[in-house]
């Protein structure tokens, strides 16, 4: 009989599981990052994320290119400069539900955020996010949680 249990439980459980989808994501360790970085900085966001005339496919959605202007408040590694330009982008139709989308990154200058950079230069003269393009967010786009004054 509680073999019975036993079967009939895990029959019930088994059945109530969702089906799992996900992807592989490099994890990168703040050495990792640090030692990969060309620019290593805590900056603010000066404007809103705007468009550019770039469209590109990453992880097999649409996505439209993205730049954001940045004030410097503390560069850990790299040429120091008053502001810079991070290259990054968004989904073109951010109201289409997606699982494992990537994670990509807007900056609002309202909410005041800082945020810790780690970033490649590219040859037009703007940075990309060192650990790539596809999931820049909580890698080589870190948000601070602490305000500290400047």
């Not at 900085?41 to 809103?48: F, L, S």
């Amino acid at each position: 009989m509680q073999r019975r249990s036993i079967i009939a439980i895990v029959a019930i459980l088994t059945a109530c599981t969702y089906p799992a989808s996900g992807r592989l994501m490099q994890t990168w360790s703040y050495r990792q990052l640090f030692a990969a970085a060309e620019l290593v900085i805590i900056a603010q966001p000066i404007v809103r994320t705007r468009d550019t005339p770039e469209r590109s496919v990453i992880l097999g959605q649409p996505v439209v290119g993205v730049a954001t202007e940045f004030r410097t408040l503390l560069v850990l590694k790299g040429r120091r400069r008053a502001h810079f330009t991070l290259h990054h982008y968004r989904m073109s139709d951010p109201n289409i539900p997606l699982i494992d989308a990537p994670a990509f990154a807007f900056f609002d200058p309202a909410e005041h955020p800082r945020y810790l950079l780690f970033l490649v230069h590219e040859s037009d003269g703007r940075f990309a996010p060192v650990a790539g393009q596809e999931d820049p967010l909580g890698l080589g786009v870190q948000e601070l949680s602490s305000r500290a004054s400047d």
